[in-house]
């Protein structure tokens, strides 16, 4: 009698726990979809007619409003003077010395230098500074200062994003750049400046030799609401971002950005790899922006780095990330003059909404205080 009660119970046991796990793999297949003939996934934005389906209201995904640009500027420039005004409250106070001698001169040369605008740079602004006051005697130092370091940053420069398409495709930018320099972080942000633009956004998470930051992107993309390309970890990064491209020209949005890998190996490995990335990608559509991360913190390491990828992809705008936590804005200058492209954009915190395109005017006020 005990033994048939055994038995009863196991089997019970057994058929709850087949069932168990049947139900939870179900489950998993639902989150995520293969899509036909491809490895690569898709991380939809959640639906109205979903979200209630799948995630009871407290654990839904509220999609966020990103800051709108004027607010976003206001702020940011606070703090770019925070972290820059010592440089050139520094210079001006040694300008404004009633007698600007040699060694008040090393004191200029030496702050710029330390500040990482780079030799030449360096050179050109102290010959301007030294003729521009010994000509005009009685001129404000602040005034001249003001207008030799705007022309240093360059005011001609066209620092417009290229975010749209020709002919019906979306306009494509390309993220490139090397682990830890903010790169995945400024997708998210770049498609948050979007989204606030009411522009229509995919974002490729190409980087697929880092689990977390394809996770991560993902979670940037559906804070916003926008739908995240990716693949499993170790996938080819071209397929993703080809994807992605396809995706974004399916859904006739306005802009694919793509986050690729940044592994600093050599300089043929690189090239092979953001290669390819960029020529499956024009498979579907021209890409229409690469911009280039780096992490303003890294000084010469950082020029290194921008100089090999300069080498392997047409770059056509740098963000500088970081700016918050370094005095060194002079890297602007220097990054400028290396690679003769223009800083675009730049990186003010870990904030989500902290990026700016970047305003020579305004970095001169906030460099002047
Ligand atoms: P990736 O490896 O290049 O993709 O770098 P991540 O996007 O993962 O960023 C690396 C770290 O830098 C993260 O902790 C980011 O929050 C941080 N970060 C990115 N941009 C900025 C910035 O502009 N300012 C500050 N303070 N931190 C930033």
């Known amino acids: 009698m005990a033994d048939w009660l055994y038995l009863i119970i196991g089997i019970a046991v057994l058929g709850v726990a087949l069932g168990v796990g049947l139900l939870s793999a179900g489950r998993r297949r639902r989150v995520e979809p293969p899509s036909a003939g491809s490895d690569v996934i898709t991380t939809p934005p959640p639906t109205e007619a979903e979200a209630p389906a799948e995630a ?28 820059q005004g010592g440089l050139g409250r520094g210079l001006l106070a040694l300008l404004s010395r009633d007698r600007l001698d040699e060694d008040t001169w090393e004191s200029i040369e030496d702050t710029l230098l330390t500040a990482d605008v780079g030799v030449k740079p360096t050179q050109e602004l102290v010959d301007n500074l030294r003729t521009r006051l010994r000509v005009a005697g ?100 071209a397929s993703v971002a080809f994807e992605a491209v396809r995706e974004g020209v399916d859904r006739g949005v306005d802009t694919v950005v793509v986050d690729t890998a940044g592994r600093l190996q050599n300089k043929a490995g690189l090239m092979d790899e953001l290669g390819k990335v960029k020529r499956v990608i024009e498979k579907q559509a021209p890409v229409t922006e690469v911009l280039l991360v780096l992490d303003a913190t890294t000084g010469q390491n950082g020029l290194v780095q921008a100089r090999v990828f300069s080498e392997v992809v047409d770059v056509s ?17 220097a990054v400028q003059r290396e690679l003769g492209v223009p800083v675009k954009l730049v990186g003010l915190g870990e904030g989500a909404d902290d990026l700016a395109p970047f305003d020579p005017g305004a970095f001169v006020d906030a460099l002047l205080g």
């Open 56 to 83: 009871p209201s407290p654990v839904a995904p509220a999609v966020e409003t990103p800051e709108g640009t004027a607010s976003r500027l206001t702020r940011l420039r606070e703090r770019l003077a925070r972290s």
């Open 138 to 237: 009685d001129a404000d130092p602040r005034a001249v200062l003001r207008e030799e370091l705007l022309s240093l940053v360059d005011t001609e420069l066209d620092r417009r994003l290229s975010v749209s398409g020709a002919d019906g495709k979306p306009g494509v930018v390309l993220v490139v750049g090397v682990n830890g320099s903010g790169k995945t972080t400024t997708v998210g942000k770049i498609a948050r400046i979007l989204v606030a633009e009411d522009r229509s956004v995919v974002l490729g998470a190409a980087d697929t030799f880092r689990a977390a930051a394809v996770e991560q992107l993902a979670t940037w993309g559906e804070r916003v609401g926008v739908e995240v390309v990716r693949g499993p970890e170790g996938s080819d990064p």
């Open 317 to 333: 705008g740098i963000v500088l990330t970081k700016l918050d936590g370094s005095a060194k804005g002079g890297i602007v200058v």
